[in-house]
């Protein structure tokens, strides 16, 4: 069964840290890209960050440049989200995501898959 479950949200004051961390399972985690959006109240869900599959580039929402960092660990299964200096407009529902290919017959068929989100509160 296909998984990804995330962890590390909560309530945190204007200016303090979290680290969010997404574990896999059921999927061959090294062959995927992984992402974290983000979805605050009322608004569309947003990309905030991407590492590829090997970990050796990164892309970030301008939002949020200079303040998130996204790693990976592939022994883990795990991928992590640190953000530094929070401000109350980062406050939403944060999910992983993670898209690749599999094998199928001849070819090769994209995969993508979504956790449940963990709760991001920044406190103003």
């Known amino acids: 069964q296909v998984q990804l479950v995330e962890s590390g949200g909560g309530l945190v004051q204007f200016g303090g840290s979290l680290r969010l961390s997404c574990a896999a399972s059921?999927?061959?985690?090294?062959?995927?890209?992984m992402s974290w959006y983000r979805q605050a109240p009322g608004k569309e869900r947003e990309l905030v960050a991407v590492i590829t599959s090997a970990g050796g580039n990164t892309n970030y929402a301008d939002s949020v440049k200079g303040r998130f960092t996204i790693s990976r660990d592939n022994a883990k299964n795990t991928v992590y989200l640190q953000m530094n200096n929070l401000k109350p407009e980062d406050t939403a529902v944060y999910y992983c995501?993670?898209?690749?290919?599999?094998?199928?017959?001849?070819?090769?068929?994209?995969?993508?898959?979504w956790g449940q989100g963990t709760q991001v509160t920044v406190s103003s």
């Open positions: 059921g999927f061959t985690f090294s062959n995927y890209a």
């Open positions: 995501n993670a898209r690749g290919l599999e094998k199928s017959g001849t070819g090769w068929v994209p995969r993508e898959n």
